[in-house]
């Protein structure tokens, strides 16, 4: 779960609901990932549900120059008509600073991925960088670079020494 701001001053939270629904959207699963966006006054701007059989929770969100937030989490379904790898993939959502969903990507290893988190950053010219556990328990991570318009840049594997390494921020 997040808040963040933008520099307008806008407010971003982004969270999981258990069960059930946001203002106007529509449950199809549950947990459900969610977006919310109140101006500076605390006024709500829009909300969005990211609804699939089973989104399992949002770990980290980023704002990039352009006012574009992503979320980065776990999934355990297809998103948007991409079919996971493994039992637990993890996922990248892009939305517009006015709400509109642009893309979203899974990506991950065979196994169950982004298990102990997965972090998300954007750099100055807002490629996005994404990076959680892959396979768990092999003790396994992975990075992947994307550019602003979800094209996948590069990815890397990185093993530790750990068997449950943990992603709490890139």
């Known amino acids: 779960e997040q808040v963040l701001t933008d520099s307008s001053g806008n407010v971003f939270v982004a969270g999981t609901i258990g069960d059930g629904n946001l203002e106007g959207e529509t ?71 006015s709400g509109a969903r642009q893309w979203s990507r899974l990506f991950g290893g065979t196994g169950s991925d982004g298990m102990y988190g997965v972090g998300i950053v954007t750099d100055s010219s807002n490629n996005i960088y994404v990076s959680g556990e892959i396979n768990h328990g092999t003790g396994s991570m992975q990075i992947v670079k994307y550019d602003s318009s979800g094209t996948k840049i590069w990815t890397t594997t990185t093993s530790t020494s750990s068997s449950y390494p943990v992603v709490t921020d890139l």
């Open 27 to 97: 449950d199809t699963g549950s947990p459900d990932v969610f977006l919310i966006k109140y101006n500076s006054s605390g006024t709500k701007l829009w909300g969005h549900q990211l609804s699939a059989d089973h989104i399992q929770e949002t770990f980290d969100a980023a704002i990039d120059t352009a006012g574009n937030v992503y979320l980065a989490g776990t999934a355990q379904t297809a998103l948007d008509g991409q079919s996971t790898s493994g039992s637990y993939d993890m996922f990248v959502v892009k939305y517009t600073n």
